[in-house]
Structures are given as C-alpha cells and as structure tokens.
C-alpha cells in the first residue's frame, strides 16, 4: 500500500496540488493537520482534503480557525491571516474541521499534528523533546507535523541527543530496528531553509519511507496573497522558506 503523507499545506492549494501529482497512484493520504492558516485558499484544500484523505488529524491552524485558540498566542501576521482565513471558511468546512480527531491510531501507526504528548502545540525539534515523547504513544511509528521541517528520531538515537535525521530526497529507506517520530516536512510552508514543497511516501508493510521536495509556482502563490491583502511577512518567507 502507497501512502501519500502530508502536513501543514496552509491553505496553498498550488503546493498541494504540485505534490499530488509529482506523488502519483497513491492507495491512501494521511494528513498530519494545519490544512488552512496563512496561505490563500482554505476551502479548496478543506474540499481536496476531506475528498481525499483517509485520515486527517486536526492541527493548532485549524484549531486557530475554529475559534478553539486564544489568538494572543499568535505573532501578529500569524493572527490576521487567521482572521482572514475565518472570514473565508463556509459551513461546511468549518464542520469538516469541527469533526477532525487530534490522534489517530492506524495498524503500527499513531498521526498527530504536534507530538503525542501534546498533539496541538509541542514542536519536535530538539532530540530530548523527541525523546521524552516516545512515552506517550504505543504503536513502532509515529507521524508528526508542525515544525515545518523533515526529519526522523529513532529512540534510541534520540535519547543519545543525536538530532532528527534527514534522509536523501528521493531514496526510499525503512524504518527498521527501533520506534520512530517521523515528520514529512510542510507542503504548504516550509521552513528548513528550502522553499520547495515537502512530503513523504509511505509503505506500511515495508515500513519504507521516501522523503521528497518539489519546487512549485511560489510566485503564483505569493500573488494570491498579496490579492487577498494577507499579511506581507507571510508571502515573502514562502520564497524564502524560514
Ligand atoms: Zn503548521
């Protein structure tokens, strides 16, 4: 089975669309949450989503969106373009991501968006943080989003204070010997310093996973922002990738 993993789109439907087809014959998607937030077209990745996803989890953009977060939390251009975001939601998405689960457990598989130990908002940067969460999940793998940035912790790497690891592009490898945070990096937004767009293919009988980065039309993005009237810092770090 193919798995198409994807996370943090942030409503740039470009990105997504790019990945979808630079991905080819998938039988499933999994997708880590941050659907919308920033970027200039919630509702068609809420539609292309919903329509395709076997498994969405929720993340703190969308919760932003629902009204489930204080948005003090936010940076300033964060905060607007989360009110523009609900000021475009219809009902239906907005039911849609009412509905989204904050973890999921599939076969030897656990999603959420930030960690298992707080699936909303704890960022897995640092190998002590990974570490520590490998507590809080069962299961041998386990998919998070959230920082914007690939990467792969092993436990026991981890808990030696080894950084998450980046496999080669394009180069499947498996995830044997150990349990394992694995984070596809940000469709929609990266932020690793690559602009290009990020996502992972997945196969669980084999437990092979392939990381890949895509360049898309950013300019083209970056134009829908600006015509939204969206935040400037948000469309100039989207060539930049930070
Ligand atoms: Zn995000």
């Not at 077209?41 to 076997?54: D, I, Q, R, Y």
Request: proline fraction near 8%; charge should be negative; glycine fraction near 8%.
């Amino acid at each position: 089975m193919r798995v198409l993993l994807i996370t943090d789109i942030h409503a740039n439907l470009t990105a997504l669309e790019a990945v979808v087809a630079d991905a080819g014959p998938v039988d499933v998607v999994w997708c880590l949450g941050d659907v919308v937030g920033y970027g200039p077209n919630p509702n068609e990745c809420c539609t292309w989503v919903e329509g395709h996803a076997e498994i969405t989890v929720v993340g703190n953009h969308d919760w932003a969106a629902l009204g489930r977060l204080d948005l003090d939390d936010f940076n300033e251009s964060a905060r607007q373009a989360t009110l523009w975001t609900v000021e475009q939601l219809t009902p239906h998405a907005y039911q849609w991501l009412d509905a989204l689960p904050n973890r999921f457990i599939e076969g030897e598989t656990t999603l959420v968006h930030g960690s298992p130990r707080h699936p909303i908002w704890e960022y897995l940067l640092r190998p002590a943080q990974a570490a520590a969460n490998f507590e809080y999940f069962d299961t041998d793998i386990c998919f998070v989003g959230h920082t914007h940035a690939p990467a792969i912790f092993q436990e026991e790497l981890a808990r030696l204070g080894e950084p998450g690891y980046v496999p080669p592009y394009g180069e499947p490898i498996t995830l044997s010997g150990g349990r394992f945070l694995v984070n596809p990096g940000s469709v929609g937004q990266p932020r690793d310093g690559d602009p290009r767009a990020a996502y992972a293919i997945y196969e669980p009988e084999t437990r092979t996973i392939e990381f890949r980065r895509l360049a898309y039309d950013i300019a083209k993005v970056q134009g829908q922002m600006r015509e939204a009237g969206l935040p400037e810092p948000l469309v100039v770090r989207l060539a930049r990738g930070l």
